[in-house]
């Protein structure tokens, strides 16, 4: 417990420190897009957490190369927001399929709920949504490390049925540039065609560094 | 708590005088299509009083094992799905159940909840007592903006 409060304490004086440096760099870099969140002024690079994909292969950050990559942190026992936000991530895909077919981009739940969420449970529930979407998630231990690298929180609150447990998790969308670095942040509501203009925002900016 | 709560609607409902009131309107209720293997599923629906406060205490439907009232709560960076024990609705006012905030979480469904198909789901409120509705299943993926408020 009080190693949790200790985790979230350091999340979020990481989170105030981080938006507070952002917002220094931002005043002195024009260049980086306005957007529904925020994007690092340095991307910074993840730390090598040991993670399973959807089809039971070991996924390093290491793979998040060589492509954008939407992250987001949910369970699949979650009824309301994570399917809202599988859906608005698929309507994304779609636009981005038309309005920049030259950007890779691959999407990755990763649960945080690996006692319920095993890969095959990951595989069908992602692909409910998107045939392309990626499922991941590994030990507590490690998705701690990782949600703490992306300034995203979650937490199985204690006293709950051993069963029916409900998980609390950040509802921001995570943004990996192609290097795999820790890009942007994007916090809801996630509207399809504002992630697309933020996508686009930044993949320009990206581009003219 | 929740004995509490159905207490407290309870005096409050035979104490506020004998006004006949009809029952609250209960418009706009969907069902949100179920991925293979969900075990939960969210409905929504939006109440209105006409002139008479009441409360939502709970529902049942035969389509899941139970059902439980949720909202959204911010926490820093968090959101936390977290169970209420009654949701007012209060005189002439409309409250929407909707993605992302109030809810109602149907848990261990009792088959997939595909597109189609109708649920029926007993409301229970304080003044009123049971309501009955049917919900369409929505699958939101190819259905668009299905409530006018949604993403608000």
Known sequence: MYRRLAVAATVTIAAILGAGTWQYFESRRAEAPTIGGYVLARPRALPGVALVDEHERPFTPADFAGHWSFVYFGYTYCPDVCPLTLVELARLEERRASELPAQRVEYFFVSVDPKRDTPARLREYVAYFHPAFHGLTGEPTELHTLAQATETVFDVPDGQDEEHYLVSHSSNLVLLNPRGEMHAVLTPPHDPARLAADFAAIVESYARR | ?152
């Open chain 2, 1 to 152: 708590m929740r004995l509490f709560v159905r207490t407290l609607a309870a005096l409050a409902a035979s104490t506020a005088g004998l006004a006949a009131a009809g029952p609250p309107a209960v418009s706009g209720a969907w069902v949100r299509a179920t991925p293979p293997g969900a075990r939960t599923a969210a409905a929504y629906l939006t109440i209105s009083s006409d002139g008479t406060p009441d409360t939502l205490l709970g529902a049942t439907t035969p389509a899941a094992r139970a059902v439980e009232l949720h909202t959204h709560v911010a926490e820093g960076a968090m959101a936390r799905m977290q169970r209420v024990d009654a949701i007012p609705v209060a005189a002439g006012e409309s409250v929407h159940l909707e993605p992302g905030a109030l809810h109602l979480m149907l848990i261990d469904i009792a088959a997939p909840l595909v597109q189609g198909r109708q649920i029926v789901l007993a409301l229970e409120f304080a003044r009123a007592g049971i309501v009955e509705i049917s919900a369409p299943v929505i699958d939101a993926r190819a259905a668009g903006p299905v409530s006018p408020h949604a993403g608000h």
